[in-house]
């Protein structure tokens, strides 16, 4: 069993930053890939970027490239996640994710992980 908890969610204006962690706790040995989503109100929850847990590659969806920033400690088993130049848009709730059943390179579908965070608010007011 792998835990999850995402924090640093809140309110911010457009252009604003935000960093969001997510801190992993349990059997985090067996992570091999870790992953945000994030759903907006009446939408489909969207990928958004995902980090190979040891060999750090990543990837990111094209709406937040050169924005948003994926990274990991692993001695602290936390994911993060900075939001530079925020827009309204990308107002939603974030969740993390982690893959432990077996390795795949940069995951980016939400069945292709095992356990998920509660979520963490990001409103962006314009």
């Known amino acids: 069993q792998v835990q999850l908890v995402e924090s640093g969610g809140g309110l911010v204006q457009a252009g604003g930053s935000l960093r969001l962690s997510c801190a992993a706790s349990?059997?985090?040995?067996?992570?091999?890939?870790m992953g945000w989503f994030r759903q907006a109100p009446g939408k489909e929850r969207e990928f958004v970027a995902t980090?190979?847990?040891?060999?750090?590659?990543?990837y990111y969806v094209d709406s937040v490239k050169g924005r948003f920033t994926i990274s990991r400690d692993n001695a602290k088993n936390t994911l993060y996640l900075q939001m530079n130049s925020l827009k309204p848009e990308d107002t939603a709730v974030y969740y993390c994710?982690?893959?432990?059943?077996?390795?795949?390179?940069?995951?980016?579908?939400?069945?292709?992980?095992?356990?998920w965070g509660q979520g963490t608010q990001v409103t962006v007011s314009s």
């Open positions: 980090i190979n847990w040891y060999g750090g590659s990543t």
């Open positions: 349990g059997r985090t040995f067996s992570i091999y890939n």
């Open positions: 994710a982690a893959r432990v059943r077996d390795y795949v390179n940069l995951p980016v579908r939400q069945y292709e992980y095992d356990y």
